[in-house]
């Protein structure tokens, strides 16, 4: 009877600890993403279920604004990218460009903190105003506070990169965090979509 | 041969960490010196820190099972308070607000704080046993979702001495549990109470997901796993979709309550019945979780009490994942009576409809499983066969309730407090006593009492059909539910007579299981490795099982290792499965990853050691949120800031565990490219 030693290769060295993807942290975060994805999605349920009950003129304060929004969006997205050049410096040994990349995204990340409570400074209503402002600031509270996190994580990574904890061997930290920011910022593409250009159409 | 090494709890020392190896494969017996460091790396310290520190996931899941016991006997003696009160027309012992806070709180307490959570600690417990590895993915994050619901219960029941407990019932629908009708703080303690418990939950499901796809013995493919693990993962993947809706709920309740923002709030434009969407769509797969694990824990121990594998295993495995996506569009039958339009009626009550069938598909599989084996009667047998016979009848009745014209002449009676039970009890309680005495062996090393388990189990089945059955009858009579007292002249006195008797036979029944359980603990026959002949992982190691789990990872190679002798199909051109050799993975705690799919060997994972972060961080967010409740902000954010700190310690990059590089990495100037 053949058993299952002859299935799989067993001389076969096999990578150990938090090795890239075959981490399980790589899996935990996609999980979290999972469960985090729903959250905005309930709350942008919220939003498209009591405006469409709404009988009074939504948004009551009229059209939302697009610019500052719009360049903030950019903002937040182009940290994406430094964050990701991050990891890829750090793979290929160029700790002090690694370091520097995410730097940049983490002021990014900052700046786009810096707009975003600007904006909501400007606005007339505040979250008791009337329904249409315990949304807003609400779901755009919600998305901040994990911008917020995310900035911690990328200050952490910032940290570990430069103690040389990490190469192109061991960086399962610097994507499990990656993954995260890069996920703060498509689903504020969502949220803009929702509080920003929908009313347009809608 | 050398002499044994000192047994090094933190794996290997920094000189000689290498980022690669083949894994020794060999066998360990009991005894070695290979055996003893194994015993020496993976046990918990003694004492109190041990018990703080720990996170070994046997000892979470028993004390999972073991909290989730004592508030099913909290909830079980406010239900038995209620129907003293219920038993006769015209009862004083309790007032209305008293009567408010016990069915709140006894539903709060069922379906919350014991028929998941009991759950989970089957799943903790059993997960790593039937699938052949040495913890959960994540052995902190474990520890941090028991601690986390503990004091989330703890937090839910602070309120309650104090005549201050939750009042709106458990699914709390406003404007009731608006501040306009309820301004104490008893709303307050249930809305954050349910965004801690939420975070225990959330955890606790990432973490089976996260085994699941990488903690599987070589060779445990897909379909090999036991359908246990098919009921908690399909759980758990609902529960990641399913709780964010509830907590945003409650968060969203606070903060109308606390700050006065507007979304229930009819008069700013906020709407009810936003909260009854938010909260079925939460509770209705919710219901999924706290039975699709225990239909689990019957698919794979009914098999063993009648000689055979499960009948229809694959359409079992896939019923089981059907229901809980169809689960996801029927919350609105929850709702049928509050005029949303016909179409939508429509459409949500035969989606509700089309659960009997995967319903039926297990169902059917039982049956033929008992029908077609040699049934071996005992006590876990008779706890399972109940099963199949209340989960028909508690299905036909959400049948019933499914057409909506019948539904708005049951909605809100006690037709539907009967349903609920039959399907909840019959479907939670009963197997998870049926699975009690099946893994108690397993769990102590001791055997649970027949005589006493069959005694036990008669006057439980008698005492739950004479308590339940009756509620159908009060409701087809008119009897509402929710109602602390009612007159003598509606014709509802013998019913609720029967139906009060019937839970004291029901309790005493449960009595009798309390004390054969710690009889048993103390006194049972001891029962070897495997007392029932069962064909799955968990039996082929000893009873209790070493800190370890296995000496050496097994390879596996059919749904049944332990049956494979006897089972023609599985044998012949069919691989066998090694069970006393394998990979050995003793370089501190290590376990082995595999391969989503086919479970090929692909990484070996350091594991991490017994930590007090998890216990602290439980701890410092509980606390944020009971500064929360009283308002001191201050407080909170102090413990908000004690409680990142503790999550960073937790996550810096450890050696140990090879998250990082042994030596720190200097700039080597590559080409980016």
């Known amino acids: 009877m053949a058993d299952a030693f002859d299935v799989f290769d067993t001389n076969r060295a096999l990578p150990i600890g938090s090795a890239g993807k075959r981490s399980s942290g790589w899996w935990g975060v996609w999980t979290m993403i999972a469960t985090e994805a729903a959250l905005f999605g309930y709350l942008i349920f919220s939003y498209l279920y009591l405006s469409s009950q709404s009988a009074q003129h939504w948004p009551p304060e009229g059209l939302p604004k697009l610019g500052l929004g719009g360049a903030n969006t950019l903002v937040l997205l182009s940290s994406s990218v430094f964050v990701w050049f991050c990891e890829r410096c750090v793979r290929r040994k160029r700790l002090r460009l690694g370091v520097a990349s995410m730097a940049v995204g983490i002021v990014l990340g900052i700046a786009f903190v810096g707009i975003q409570l600007k904006e909501w400074h400007n606005h007339p209503y505040g979250p008791t105003t009337n329904l249409y402002g315990s949304l807003y600031f609400t779901i755009t509270g919600f998305h901040l506070l994990h911008v917020l996190v995310g900035i911690v994580i990328l200050l952490l990574l910032l940290t570990w990169t430069a103690l040389g904890y990490f190469d192109d061997k061991r960086c399962a930290a610097l994507t499990i965090g990656g993954l995260y920011w890069h996920f703060v910022d498509i689903v504020w593409l969502f949220i803009f979509t929702t509080l920003y250009l929908s009313p347009y159409v809608l | ?673």
């Open chain 2, 1 to 673: 041969m050398s002499a044994p090494l000192k047994p090094d709890r933190n794996a290997n020392s920094q000189r000689t960490a290498a980022l690669s190896r083949v894994p020794e494969i060999g066998r360990v017996a009991h005894g070695s010196p290979t055996q003893l460091r194994l015993q020496e790396i993976w046990e918990a310290k003694p004492g109190w820190r041990g018990w703080l520190s720990t996170v070994d996931h046997k000892t979470i899941g028993l004390r999972y099972i073991i909290t989730a016991f004592v508030f099913l006997l909290m909830g079980g003696i406010e239900a038995l308070i209620m129907r003293l009160q219920l038993a006769r027309p015209n009862a004083t012992l309790l007032s209305p607000e008293q009567y408010n806070q016990l069915f709140t709180m006894h539903g709060v307490t069922m379906i919350f704080l014991y028929a998941l959570p009991v759950l989970s600690g089957f799943s903790n417990y059993l997960w790593p046993l039937v699938l052949g590895a040495r913890d959960m993915a994540f052995p902190r994050l474990n520890a941090l979702s028991y601690w986390v619901f503990l004091f989330a219960g703890i937090f839910l029941y602070s309120s309650f001495p104090f005549g201050q407990a939750p009042n709106a019932g458990w699914f709390n629908y406003v404007p009731l549990s608006g501040l306009e009708y309820n301004t104490g703080p008893n709303i307050d303690i249930y809305a954050l109470g349910m965004v801690l418990l939420g975070i225990s939950t959330t955890v606790g499901s990432v973490n089976f997901v996260a085994t699941l796809v990488r903690m599987r013995a070589p060779g445990m493919s897909l379909n090999r796993m036991p359908v246990l693990v098919w009921g908690t993962l399909t759980a758990s993947g609902g529960n990641l979709l399913a709780v964010p809706s509830v907590s945003l709920a409650f968060l969203m309740l606070w903060l109308d309550r606390q700050f006065g923002t507007h979304f229930f709030d009819v008069l700013n434009g906020g709407r009810p019945l936003l909260w009854q969407h938010m909260f079925w769509m939460f509770a209705h797969p919710w219901v999924y979780a706290v039975v699709l694990p225990a239909m689990g824990i019957v698919s794979d121990a009914l098999p063993v009490f009648c000689r055979r594998p499960l009948v229809g295993y694959t359409p079992v495995a896939l019923a089981t994942v059907g229901t809980m996506v169809v689960g996801f569009i029927v919350w609105i039958h929850h709702m049928f009576a509050t005029g949303i339009p016909a179409l939508a009626l429509a459409f949500f009550g035969s989606a509700s409809m089309v659960i009997s069938i995967p319903s039926a598909v297990a169902t059917f599989a039982w049956i033929a499983t008992i029908y077609t084996g040699r049934p071996v009667f005992k006590v876990p047998f008779f706890y399972f066969a109940g099963f199949v016979l209340l989960f028909v009848i508690g299905g036909v009745s959400g049948v019933m309730t499914a057409a909506v014209p019948l539904d708005w002449q049951l909605t809100d009676t006690y037709f539907v407090v009967a349903h609920l039970h039959y399907v909840l009890l019959g479907i939670n309680v009963f197997p998870v006593i049926g699975g009690i005495y099946y893994w108690f062996p397993k769990f102590t090393g001791r055997m649970m009492n027949e005589r006493f388990g069959k005694i036990g189990f008669v006057v439980l089945f008698i005492g739950f059909n004479v308590a339940f059955f009756p509620m159908h009858i009060a409701g087809l009579l008119g009897m509402p539910r929710r109602i602390y007292t009612y007159p003598a002249n509606m014709g509802w006195n013998t019913v609720n007579l029967i139906t009060s008797l019937g839970s004291f036979l029901f309790a005493l029944g449960v009595l009798i299981f309390l004390i054969d359980l710690v009889w048993s603990y103390k006194r049972g026959p001891v029962a070897g490795d495997n007392p029932w002949d069962a064909p799955t992982l968990e039996w082929s190691i000893s009873s209790p099982p070493p800190p370890y789990n296995f000496a050496t990872i097994p390879f596996v190679g059919s749904r049944h290792p332990l049956w494979e002798d006897r089972l023609p199909k599985e044998r012949g051109e069919r691989i066998g499965s090694v069970l006393d050799e394998g990979y050995i993975l003793d370089h501190g705690r290590e376990a082995l990853g595999t391969t989503v799919l086919d479970g090929e060997p692909d990484i070996i994972l350091k594991m991490p050691g017994d930590s007090y972060a998890p216990f602290l961080l439980g701890v410092f967010s509980s606390l944020m949120f009971a500064g929360m409740v009283l308002h001191a902000w201050w407080f909170t954010a102090a413990m908000l800031a004690a409680s990142a700190a503790s999550l960073i310690a937790w996550l810096w990059p450890e050696r140990a565990l090879i998250q990082r590089e042994p030596n720190p990495v200097h700039d080597a100037g590559g080409a980016i490219g």
